[in-house]
């Protein structure tokens, strides 16, 4: 007990304290359309695919799916996304993708869409609620 309330404060602090001391979220998310033309089935596009999500998973530890053309035997739709604190990283992450896609020359990119949305007037609006309906301490 002697170190818990050494950590926090007994008087007033619940009202300075806030679960979100970040000042902004950016996410970003992305959309690539693949064409892959060595393929002749739906085993060989999802093998081709499949190895394509792994190696950029495992390259940039990033949300990534294929997310449509699942029954078109040469495209794919290949989409991802990215949370952070600073739009130039996730801006730099998302080119990188695109990039290493095309080196790795499992699939030609065909189109590619992106976005980036900054939540920082979100949070400091006081729009994130926590804890306020099962609690009732704020």
């Known amino acids: 007990k002697a170190t818990l309330s050494r950590r926090i404060p007994t008087s007033g602090w619940r009202e300075n304290y806030s679960p979100f001391q970040v000042s902004c979220?950016?996410?970003?998310?992305?959309?690539?359309?693949?064409?892959?033309?060595?393929?002749?089935?739906?085993?060989?596009?999802?093998?081709?695919?499949?190895?394509?999500?792994?190696?950029?998973?495992?390259?940039?530890?990033?949300?990534?799916?294929?997310?449509?053309?699942?029954?078109?035997?040469?495209r794919a739709q290949i989409g991802f996304a990215f949370v952070g604190n600073d739009r130039r990283v996730i801006d730099a992450k998302m080119n990188f993708i695109r990039t290493y896609m095309e080196d790795l020359r499992l699939a030609e990119i065909v189109g590619y869409r992106g976005e980036i949305v900054t939540y920082s007037q979100w949070m400091e609006d006081g729009m994130i609620s926590y804890g306020e309906d099962k609690y009732g301490d704020r």
């Open 25 to 74: 979220m950016v996410v970003g998310s992305g959309l690539i359309e693949l064409f892959i033309p060595d393929v002749h089935s739906l085993k060989e596009k999802r093998s081709v695919v499949t190895k394509l999500i792994r190696k950029t998973q495992n390259e940039f530890n990033v949300s990534i799916a294929e997310v449509g053309g699942q029954d078109v035997w040469q």
